[in-house]
């Protein structure tokens, strides 16, 4: 019979070799059911698959004995509650619960969308070649083939998915006003407090120029049809065509970038036409990305930290870790627990709490690396079907002019 020396379990479950003897003593006093394995004057845990699931709930059950007498118990604000929706505060439950991540989309709500207009203020103000400089970039390069795109339509819808603050898009709604085609500008953001940035930027900008719409939206569940459907059913009168933008990193920052696609792909007419910039996967932007305001400050950035301000982690309770995971493909902001914490969460008469123990990782921001080949991939397996591509001159870039595919 095969079975475990004392070191392997101990080196496998975290756990010291007291522990191990412990085990076998109490199996051999009855206390424990576990199969054991003598071999001379020694005695071993053999290697069997009910030994396997055994060991498995001991370390689990005092993993929890463990955690409930030295977890640091935190308590939300009041102010989490009064800022997030019933379903919103669920699905943060849900992803603390079963992905260990807080959803990225949260953290631009109320001080949050300042915070991210701060750091656009900044990528803008630099000289060297960033998301934001590069999209005005790559949009300005390619403004005459889109505007081919366009000619034989009176008007164009443009539609802003994950709007932030708009800045990526002022120059193009400038030039879509100079040739009067601009009938409607559509913001979609799941921030209201991003919106009523966007808007006021919009106002601020065009003069009253530019009407604002500005709609709460999340790219993962919602479809934006509804906005359009009363163009898309004058269209033969108006002759009106939506340009749908997708820039920054809306979608190489979800879990499932499919699901956004989807989404996008599914709230789109025949004619409308989808632009997409993100970043590529490069050596470079494997090692850099910084997203506090000040270059090079290495603590958490305040676009990262909202839900755990609000959920009350001291920063004392965890490290961070920024870096590059070569098996998924994805640069990563997270945070590792040097205590074990228990969330207790209190909303409409209930409770619920979240346990994370000492040595868990959280997941505050994913950037998925993605070569332009692989987008291209991505877009086709989602029913797109590529016009046109460019990259900037470092290659980091890339703009991709997409229609829906027909049948």
Known sequence: MLYFKHSELARQYNVSLRTVHNWIDAAKSG????????????????????????????????????????????????????????????????????????????NYFDGGAKNWEWYIERLASENTPNILTSTIKLLAINQNYIDSLIDDYSQVNVVDVGAGNAYPVKDFIAHMLKRKKLRRYIALDISPSMLKIAERNIKDWFKGKVPFEGYQYDVNYDRFSSLLISDYMKNEISNTVNLVLL????????????????????????????????????????????????????????????????????????????????????????????????IRFTHNGGKRTVSLNKGDAILLWRGIQNTPIGIMSQFQKNDFYLLHSSQTDDQEYLLTVSRVKRS
Do not use: W
């Open 31 to 106: 206390k424990l059911n576990l199969d054991l394995h003598p071999e001379g004057s020694k005695t071993y845990i053999a290697n069997t698959s009910r030994n396997l699931a055994a060991l498995a709930q001991l370390v689990e059950e005092r993993r929890k004995y463990r955690n409930t007498k030295a977890s640091k118990v935190v308590i939300p604000n009041p102010e989490f509650y009064q800022l997030f929706s019933d379903e919103q505060v669920y699905d943060i439950i849900t992803n603390l619960e079963i992905h260990h991540e807080i959803p990225r989309q949260y």
């Open 247 to 342: 820039f920054g990193g809306t979608l190489s920052n979800m879990r499932y970038p499919d699901s956004g696609l989807k989404m996008i792909h599914d709230s789109m007419g025949i004619h409308d036409i989808l632009i997409h910039a993100t970043k590529l996967d490069t050596e470079a932007s494997r090692k850099y990305f910084d997203f506090n305001f000040k270059p090079g400050n290495s603590t958490l950035s305040p676009n990262h930290r909202l839900i755990f301000d609000l959920l009350n982690i001291d920063d004392s309770f965890y490290s961070i870790e920024m870096g590059y995971d070569s098996t998924i493909g994805q640069r990563f902001i997270r945070v590792r627990l040097k205590v074990a914490i228990a």
